[in-house]
Each structure stands twice: as structure tokens, then as C-alpha cells.
């Protein structure tokens, strides 16, 4: 890489620290090329990103951000997923790790919270943003459906015993 080129990438980083909603950095040693573009292929379907980024222009990228406590994860060949949910990237990259025992998650950030593994596998056990609104949806109409139902009940009943004297005078 050239300087300029070097310059560029380590601002873009910078940019991603600053702006994502959770960092996940892992080890991908012994990964093939096609296991890598399935991850890849998997995380931009979840609205995420992976890069493989030299440890030192990441640990230069990380100053100044909230995400610096995880400079001490950057060791051997380390590869970063990231993503705007702070659930998606943690997600993708746990259930790859589960079918694929070459990846091995570090840890991660997420805003200025430093994740070991295991916190990051628990951030991937969370239901993701989208899940979260459709329950919440779920809960706010349910409420409202059983109003509507005890409204109209009282109008129903009086309907029945109005078609029952009806009745009851057209057989008489």
C-alpha cells in the first residue's frame, strides 16, 4: 500500500469506529477464499461488512474513537465485521463461527462497551432491530383490538336481543 493509500483507509476506518453500531474482530486464520466470500456474502445480506485490515493502521484508526479499548484484540491475522444494527454483525459472524471452527471471535465494541467473546455471542443471542419493532407493533395493536372488541360487544348483544323480539313478534 502506498502512504496516501495507507492515509485513506485508516481515515475510513476511523470513520467506521466512529459511526457503527457494534464492532466484531476475529481471528480467520486457515480460512479459505471461498469461506471467506460466503461470510462476506452472508454479512452484506445483514446489512454488515467484513474487512481484513493490518493490525497497526486498525490500532492507528481506533485513537480518538469510542472503540478504543479494543486495541489489544488486534494480534495475528484479525478481520473486522461490522454493521449499522448492533445486533446484525455479532449474528453473522457467531453463526459462521459455529459452522466453521477456523473463525474465532475475539471480542468487539459496541459504542464505547469493550465485548470479550462471550459478549459478543450474547449480543448475537438478542433479537435483531426489525424483531424488536414487529413485537413492539404487536403489543401496541393487540391492545387496541381487544378495545374494539369490548366496544362493539355491548352493541352486538343488544342486536341479538332486538333480532330475538323480532322474532318472537313476526311468530305471533
Known amino acids: 500500500m502506498e502512504r496516501a493509500e495507507k492515509r485513506e483507509f485508516v481515515t475510513g476506518l476511523n470513520d467506521v469506529f466512529k459511526s457503527t453500531g457494534s464492532v466484531v474482530v476475529a481471528h480467520y486464520a486457515g480460512i479459505t477464499v471461498a469461506q471467506m466470500n460466503d461470510l462476506r456474502s452472508k454479512m452484506r445480506a445483514a446489512g454488515g461488512t467484513v474487512k481484513v485490515a493490518k493490525n497497526r493502521l486498525a490500532i492507528i484508526a481506533l485513537q480518538g474513537t469510542e472503540s478504543e479499548g479494543i486495541k489489544d484484540l488486534f494480534k495475528g ?96
Open 77 to 172: 491475522q484479525t478481520l473486522l465485521a461490522y454493521s449499522d444494527d448492533p445486533i446484525a454483525a455479532p449474528k453473522v459472524a457467531s453463526e459462521f463461527a459455529k459452522g466453521n471452527d477456523k473463525l474465532i471471535i475475539l471480542g468487539g465494541a459496541m459504542g464505547s462497551t469493550a465485548l470479550d467473546a462471550n459478549g459478543v455471542k450474547a449480543l448475537a443471542t438478542l433479537p435483531s432491530l426489525d424483531e424488536l419493532r414487529a413485537k413492539l407493533v404487536g403489543m401496541i395493536v393487540t391492545p387496541a383490538t381487544r378495545i374494539a372488541q369490548v366496544v362493539n360487544a355491548p352493541a352486538a348483544q343488544l342486536a341479538r336481543v332486538f333480532g330475538a323480539y323480532a322474532r318472537k313478534d313476526e311468530a305471533a
